[in-house]
């Protein structure tokens, strides 16, 4: 990530151009969880978190939420929300604002180091990895891949938008773009995928977009491999 894609950020948040967050709990989030079988009690990280109702999800269910996110703004008004105003604190590079089961570390997701995190046990992705410029993708992965442990399992939620020259295989499989990004470190099974027409907000007049809207679940290959 680039300075300049922080103060770009920083400034979304100022202007409150926040139509990426959700009026509600995702419902794939819901559905798919049963799957997963987590224990009450893991830890579940959640990068670039916004004000994202989920983080409150996971809470409520009896898990212990780490989110990051750079925009003070965005953390005091997910608190105001709930109707408490924890007083951060600064450890190492990040500032720390923590209630019962829910911490929000407010700073840069690429500095963070494992010791910010602590073990965790499942990445909740949602519009983290797809909110970055492409070209920062690898390098997010990379991050990501080098704070966690190898028992974490990450939960990837994507909204994708097939090409005209993609195959059908394409357009309902894993998309080439998680193959390239995650195959090398881990097993990528795809749970769900639906398509969606939707209206461009910025183009109302046209007709709607389809999109698809997957469910990833990812196992480090080498916990593959013990077993
Ligand atoms: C598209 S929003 C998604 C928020 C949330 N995941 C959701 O589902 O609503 C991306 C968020 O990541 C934050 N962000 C962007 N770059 C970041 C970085 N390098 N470190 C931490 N947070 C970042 C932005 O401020 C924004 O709130």
Request: aromatic residues 10%; charged residues 20%; glycine residues 4%.
């Amino acid at each position: 990530m680039t300075d300049r894609d922080n103060v770009l950020w920083l400034q979304c948040w100022r202007d409150q151009r926040i139509d990426f967050n959700q009026l509600t709990v995702n419902p794939l989030l819901t559905r798919f969880w049963p799957n997963l079988q987590l224990a009450p009690g893991s830890r579940v990280f959640v990068p670039l978190c916004g004000v994202s109702l989920d983080l409150i999800w996971f809470a409520e269910q009896g898990y212990d939420v780490i989110g990051v996110e750079l925009s003070p703004i965005a953390i005091a008004s997910f608190f105001t929300a709930l109707q408490c105003q924890p007083i951060p604190q600064q450890v190492g590079q990040f500032s720390v604002w923590e209630h019962g089961r829910l911490k929000i570390l407010c700073g840069d997701f690429f500095a963070l180091s494992p010791t910010d995190l602590g073990t965790i046990d499942l990445v909740y992705d949602r519009a983290a990895l797809t909110a970055l410029p492409e070209e920062i993708r690898p390098q997010y992965v990379a991050h990501l891949t080098a704070i966690l442990d190898t028992r974490t399992q990450i939960l990837l939620l994507t909204i994708e938008d097939a090409e005209v020259t993609d195959t059908a295989e394409q357009v309902y499989g894993i998309a080439d773009e998680i193959k390239a990004l995650y195959a090398e470190t881990y097993s990528i099974e795809l749970l769900h995928v639906e398509s969606l027409f939707e209206n461009n907000p910025e183009q109302p007049e046209s007709l709607p977009e389809r999109a698809e809207y997957k469910v990833y679940l990812l196992n480090h290959l080498e916990q593959i491999l013990e077993y």
